[in-house]
C-alpha cells in the first residue's frame, strides 16, 4: 500500500495562480466600466464620464427609449519593441455604461463635449419641469 500525500490548500493555489495571471494579463477584449458622476442642476441634467486615452471617434452617445447609453472601446496600445510590461491595471477594449433618464428632462436636445479624457453630457430639463416662482399678494 502506498501512502500520497495530501495538500488541502492545492485547489486554493491553482485558483490563485488563475486569478493572478487573469489580472497581470492585458485586458484586451474585456468589457469594463467608466467612472461616471451624475448631478443635477436647476436647468441641466449632467453627466461626466472618465475617459481617458479614449479617442473621439471611439465613443457613441445616443438616448432611446429614455435610456441614455454611453459605449466605446479603450484600444491597449502595442507595446515597444525590447520593453515588457510589468504589471497592467488599467482597462482596454470596449465599454458600455446606460442610464434611465427621467422623462422631466429633453432628449432631444441633448449636448455633448469631450475634453481632457473627460466626456460631459448635457440634458436639459423640459420648461414644465423647470422651477417658477409665484409672486404671493397679501390682501388686508
Same mark, same amino acid.
Given at each position: *500500500?502506498?501512502?500520497?500525500?495530501?495538500?488541502?490548500?492545492?485547489?486554493?493555489?491553482?485558483?490563485?495562480?488563475?486569478?493572478?495571471? *487573469? *489580472?497581470?494579463?492585458?485586458?484586451?477584449?474585456?468589457?469594463?466600466?467608466?467612472?461616471?458622476?451624475?448631478?443635477?442642476?436647476?436647468?441641466?441634467?449632467?453627466?461626466?464620464?472618465?475617459?481617458?486615452?479614449?479617442?473621439?471617434?471611439?465613443?457613441?452617445?445616443?438616448?432611446?427609449?429614455?435610456?441614455?447609453?454611453?459605449? #466605446?472601446?479603450?484600444?491597449? #496600445?502595442?507595446?515597444?519593441?525590447?520593453?515588457?510590461?510589468?504589471?497592467?491595471?488599467?482597462?482596454? #477594449?470596449?465599454?458600455?455604461?446606460?442610464?434611465?433618464?427621467?422623462?422631466?428632462?429633453?432628449?432631444?436636445?441633448?449636448?455633448?463635449?469631450?475634453?481632457? #479624457?473627460?466626456?460631459?453630457?448635457?440634458?436639459?430639463?423640459?420648461?414644465?419641469?423647470?422651477?417658477?416662482?409665484?409672486?404671493?399678494?397679501?390682501?388686508?
Amino acid at each position: *500500500m502506498s501512502l500520497s500525500h495530501f495538500d488541502p490548500l492545492a485547489n486554493l493555489r491553482l485558483f490563485e495562480d488563475a486569478f493572478t495571471r *487573469m *489580472m497581470t494579463e492585458p485586458r484586451a477584449n474585456r468589457p469594463w466600466s467608466p467612472a461616471v458622476d451624475i448631478y443635477e442642476t436647476e436647468n441641466e441634467l449632467v453627466l461626466k464620464a472618465d475617459l481617458p486615452e479614449v479617442d473621439l471617434k471611439d465613443i457613441d452617445v445616443r438616448v432611446e427609449n429614455q435610456t441614455l447609453t454611453i459605449s #466605446g472601446e479603450r484600444k491597449f #496600445g502595442s507595446q515597444d519593441s525590447g520593453k515588457g510590461y510589468h504589471r497592467i491595471e488599467r482597462s482596454y #477594449g470596449n465599454f458600455t455604461r446606460s442610464f434611465a433618464v427621467p422623462n422631466t428632462f429633453d432628449t432631444e436636445k441633448i449636448g455633448a463635449a469631450f475634453k481632457n #479624457g473627460v466626456l460631459s453630457v448635457t440634458l436639459p430639463k423640459k420648461e414644465a419641469a423647470k422651477p417658477r416662482q409665484v409672486k404671493v399678494q397679501v390682501s388686508e
